[in-house]
């Protein structure tokens, strides 16, 4: 089994900067593709991010050039860097990992954007 823990979220107003962390532990299957998604109230779950153990790296058109991925391979972590945030990136953060087959979910953090 894999575990993902998020952590980082929290309140911020706009135009600030947030970094989310995701830690992952267990029985990890490697290599593995690291990502972020976001679930606003009231919404689908959409995508966000994602980074290979290489490097490979993509975002959503909305959040380029604000938030950047990245990962740790040695810690097994991932993190986001969320800067000039919006009202509208307010979201349950989610992070998730493939391994093998599989697609596993972290508990998600609540980040929330306002004045």
């Known amino acids: 089994q894999v575990q993902l823990v998020e952590s980082g979220g929290g309140l911020v107003q706009p135009g600030g900067s947030l970094r989310l962390s995701c830690a992952a532990s267990?029985?990890?299957?490697?290599?593995?593709?690291m990502g972020w998604n976001r679930q606003a109230p009231g919404k689908q779950r959409e995508f966000v991010a994602t980074?290979?153990?290489?490097?490979?790296?993509n975002y959503a058109d909305f959040v380029k050039g604000r938030f950047t991925i990245s990962r740790d391979n040695a810690k097994d972590t991932m993190y986001l860097q969320m800067n000039n945030v919006k009202p509208e990136d307010t979201a349950v953060y989610y992070c998730s990992a493939d391994m093998a087959t599989r697609r596993y979910w972290g508990q998600g953090t609540q980040v929330t954007v306002s004045s």
């Open positions: 980074v290979t153990s290489v490097g490979t790296i």
């Open positions: 267990g029985s990890i299957f490697r290599p593995y593709t």
